[in-house]
């Protein structure tokens, strides 16, 4: 082939080279990792491959190979803070990968990298530039570079334990505290003496002279909790090598953010804000966030202020913040998700396909930022209020201007630049460490894989067809982890079978429950769950003694079976009907089906109205009344997806599939379209009048653009419905009124009782102001300074301070302090006049009796207010406010 040098042609290049090497071409992966809670983002390609590498699933294909998506800006791998700052740096990057399970090893994975990167027909790159490290101990990988590849015995450079224990090295990867694991070896490539940095190993190694461009990983042990390593039945390799790196290379530039990708992304960013591309930070930092923001959004991530979405929030803000450093004066980050999707949309359909709902949450998002950057310059002027020139502002209130506002450093200190004042700028450090270590813990994988139930052979599923069999084997019992050889009567266990009836957890729906039975003893299954290819039974003998290799009787709990599959069934009518109603950019984010009950999680960045929930329910309820059958057919997933089967994004499925078609079909250019196709390999009714009837509980936010709702079915319904319909009874009779009529009337209460609410507030305002000319009698002189401190029965914090407007009025260059008593509800407030404020603060005031009083509270110089509970020390602590303000006004 000729040479490639756009990043979509190496991209291209690089599947090409190992699909020619029988390596099955696999598409990137969610950037939310599937059913992996250790890790925040898919940070790596292996990540989707991780249970195939512990032995825990099989796949149809021994070898892979894949471009996926990455995202390091959060858990372990974080760098955000680098990112503009550096010349290979990113928040999101695409991760170059080949996989062997079991297959090739060190010999052929080695060739794989020599061959792609230097032969004439693919990367041509000048060996005498390559450069490659291995661990200090694996002599077989020096050999099969200098003997088999003929690399020079002087650019194959040992990697020993660098980083301070046993395998702690730059060559040697590890999964986590435990599992699989081995030594690697990387390639790097010599940019030339013309640019600083030193060789791998050296002390200048941390230079831009040598890059690594690929890291190929062999897994040949299994690390066990006490640190020693056990061979891995079946070794295998994981590569990795960034597509940016390369593309440098190939394109004979140095910075990542000189390559074809990122000029037009820049030009496209500094096109919006009007600015010219002289290759500014910011420029940076807008071309490589937009990208990680726009794959995550598409992946399902909202803003918010927890885990992905929070980190998701920190991308954005940091990228308006540096088009705001360009000068941006309104919004406009969103209106990078167009050249973004020009850019990579043909390699990421997604980007298209969802261009417009990534555009809104961008600009939604956007604005929200504008208003917190008002909140918390409003948080910045407060703390430096008290301060003056000279003075300096604490390491705290920079973090939290940092963390919660999304102020950077360098923004609180041109602000407070400009009034004398400095940053303990120390204190901010730890703060910010603190914080990283928090999140490194966050991302840390948790699991001891060697610790996890594993078994060999894989158990077959048989519940499709049927609810009991009556001769199935036990192949294996566990107890607290371990092996058993029998469970007595009361142990808790667990039960693995050769064949079963029993629904493992999995889609959304829970285990199954029910009995295995064997000639001694009786097994109560509590759960069910799928650890590999096996299905494992968790529950606890309830009767006699089970054995391992006994025969036994399996049966599932018919009447949870029925209706768990009205609930699993109703959820895919619910998704048609949400679509329908709400339109095609509903994507599921989630579902749990019982028996008792159904959830469903979307993505909509808005409540849905009680309008369109009656519309969805009697569209549901068409469906079922229609009492069409539903179809299952087994398929691939190329015919599956021609049928415009609905598949849950980021979900794995094999080459043959399980699709289930349920409703009524329209005829639409000439195509039939049933109500619902999905993916989905749960347990379903026969046809959709099973269900019986459909009725939606409750729907809420769960998430920013994330909604939930609830339901029920059968019988389920009937009683919601008759409980709903008991408690209207009650309420008209309590009401007098006829059960049409009982809305009508709450209505005119609701309205009475604001209108008596707004004329008791009238009252207590005007029996406040009453009370203010009296409290004029109360005044004493304390350092030669009115104060007046009186204690007011009856009064609340809502109606403290327009008696306070009040009082002041008459008591010009003043202290006033009023407690309100209500409820053993103590209401603090305090004014001191501009005259005074030199001498003593409101807020001061307002904190010592708020501390004294076991309550809170705070605010200006000349106003504060706060609350505190009534206790026995009340009266003693208001009674010595006189000498505390005497000691502060001398």
């Known amino acids: 082939m000729s040479q490639p040098f756009r990043s979509a042609d190496i991209r291209k290049a690089f599947i090409d080279f190992f699909i020619s090497k029988q390596h099955t071409p696999v598409a990137s992966s969610s950037l939310i990792p599937h059913n992996d809670p250790t890790l925040l983002f898919t940070n790596a390609g292996m990540n989707q491959f991780k249970e195939t590498f512990l032995g825990m699933e099989t796949r149809d294909y021994t070898r892979a190979v894949t471009s996926q998506k990455c995202v390091r800006a959060g858990g372990k791998h974080n760098d955000l803070d680098n990112v503009g700052y550096t010349a290979r740096h990113h928040t999101f990057f695409e991760m170059l990968g080949n996989f ?31 450069y490659v490290t291995i661990y200090e101990t694996d002599d077989e990988a020096f050999d099969i570079w200098h003997k088999k590849i003929g690399l020079p015995a002087e650019r194959i450079i040992r990697i020993g334990d660098n980083k301070g224990a046993p395998y702690a090295s730059d060559n040697f990867w590890t999964m986590g505290d435990t599992g699989p694991c081995g030594p690697c070896t990387e390639v790097f490539y010599d940019h030339g003496p013309e640019v600083e940095g030193g060789l791998p190993g050296t002390p200048e190694e941390d230079g831009d002279r040598y890059i690594e461009i690929w890291n190929c990983v062999f897994m040949q042990f299994n690390r066990q909790k006490d640190g020693s390593m056990t061979p891995l039945p079946a070794p295998s390799v994981d590569t990795g090598m960034g597509l940016e790196r390369l593309s440098a290379i190939m394109q004979g530039v140095h910075s990542n953010y000189e390559i074809d990708l990122f000029v037009h992304l820049m030009d496209a960013a500094a096109q919006i804000l009007e600015v010219e591309n002289q290759q500014q930070a910011s420029l940076k930092v807008i071309a490589d966030h937009i990208r990680a923001v726009a794959f995550l959004i598409a992946d399902g991530v909202m803003p918010s202020n927890e885990g992905r979405g929070y980190v998701l929030r920190r991308i954005i803000r940091r990228a308006v913040r540096h088009g705001n450093k360009l000068g941006a004066e309104s919004d406009f980050f969103y209106k990078m998700v167009a050249p973004l999707a020009t850019e990579m949309g043909d390699a990421y359909p997604e980007l298209k396909n969802k261009q417009s709902m990534i555009e809104n949450a961008i600009q939604k998002e956007e604005a929200q930022f504008a208003k917190t950057l008002a909140q918390g310059l409003r948080l910045l002027s407060s703390e430096l209020e008290d301060l003056q020139e000279g003075d300096i502002l604490s390491g705290a209130a920079a973090f939290k201007l940092y963390d919660t506002y999304g102020f950077p450093l360098d923004l609180t200190a041109d602000i407070t630049r400009e009034r004398g004042i400095a940053i303990n700028e120390e204190e901010f450090d730890e703060h910010m460490q603190a914080q990283r270590e928090r999140a490194r813990d966050a991302g ?7 610790s996890v139930i594993q078994v060999d052979n894989p158990t077959e599923f048989i519940g499709y067809q049927q609810l009991e069999e009556n001769n199935v084997s036990l192949i294996a019992l566990y107890q607290d982890g371990q092996t058993a050889d029998s469970l007595a009567e009361g142990d808790e266990g667990v039960i693995v079978l050769d064949r079963t009836p029993f629904y493992a957890e999995g889609g959304g729906q829970v285990g199954e429950l029910g009995e295995i039975r064997t000639a001694s003893g009786v097994f109560e299954v509590q759960n069910t769950k799928k650890s590999g290819q096996a299905i494992i039974h968790y529950g606890v003998v309830s009767m006699g003694t089970i054995s391992t290799n006994q025969t036994a009787e399996a049966q599932v709990l018919s009447s949870i079976r029925a209706a768990s599959a009205k609930n699993h069934s109703a959820t895919h009518l619910l998704h048609a009907a949400l679509r329908e109603v709400l339109g095609d950019s509903v994507s599921q984010k989630g579902s749990l089906v019982s028996s008792d009950v159904l959830r469903f999680d979307f993505a909509y960045d808005k409540p849905v109205t009680p309008a369109q929930i009656i519309r969805i329910e009697r569209l549901v309820n068409e469906q079922i009344q229609a009492n069409t059958p539903a179809r299952i057919e087994n398929m691939s997933i190329d015919e599956a997806m021609d049928k415009g089967a609905v598949a849950l994004f980021g979900e794995k499925y094999g080459d043959e599939v399980r699709v289930l078609t349920m409703g009524t079909e329209d005829i ?10 999905e993916l989905c390999g749960g347990l379903h009714v026969e046809r959709t009048g099973d269900i019986g009837l459909f009725k939606i509980t409750s729907e809420a936010s769960i998430a920013a653009g994330i909604r939930r709702v609830e339901a029920v079915t059968g019988m389920g319904a009937i009683k919601y419905i008759q409980q709903n319909d008991a408690q209207l009874s009650t309420l008209a009779g309590q009401l007098k009124v006829k059960r049409p009529e009982v809305a009508t009337r709450v209505q005119v209460m609701s309205d009475n009782q604001r209108k008596l609410e707004k004329e008791l507030e009238r009252l207590q305002q005007k029996i406040a102001s009453a009370q203010a000319t009296n409290l004029l009698d109360e005044v004493q002189t304390i350092a030669g300074t009115p104060v007046l401190i009186s204690t007011l029965s009856g009064i609340d914090g809502k109606s403290i301070r327009p008696l306070m407007d009040d009082v002041k009025s008459k008591l010009p260059d003043s202290v006033i302090v009023l407690i309100g008593d209500k409820d053993d509800q103590l209401a603090l407030a305090a004014s001191v006049a501009k005259s005074v404020t030199s001498r003593i603060k409101a807020g001061d005031i307002i904190r010592h009796l708020a501390s004294e009083l076991g309550g809170k509270g705070g605010g200006k110089p000349d106003y504060a207010q706060g609350g505190a509970p009534k206790a026995d020390n009340t009266k003693t602590v208001i009674d010595a406010l006189p000498n505390w303000l005497a000691a502060q006004l001398s």
């Open 444 to 450: 840390k994988f948790d699991v001891d894989y060697s």
């Open 668 to 677: 639409v250019d000439g195509k039939r379209h049933p109500f619902s196709i």
């Open 100 to 130: 062997s399970f079991g297959d090739y090893f060190k010999e052929a994975g080695i060739a794989y990298i020599w061959e792609f990167l230097t032969a004439d027909e693919w990367l041509a790159l000048d060996q005498d530039r390559l």
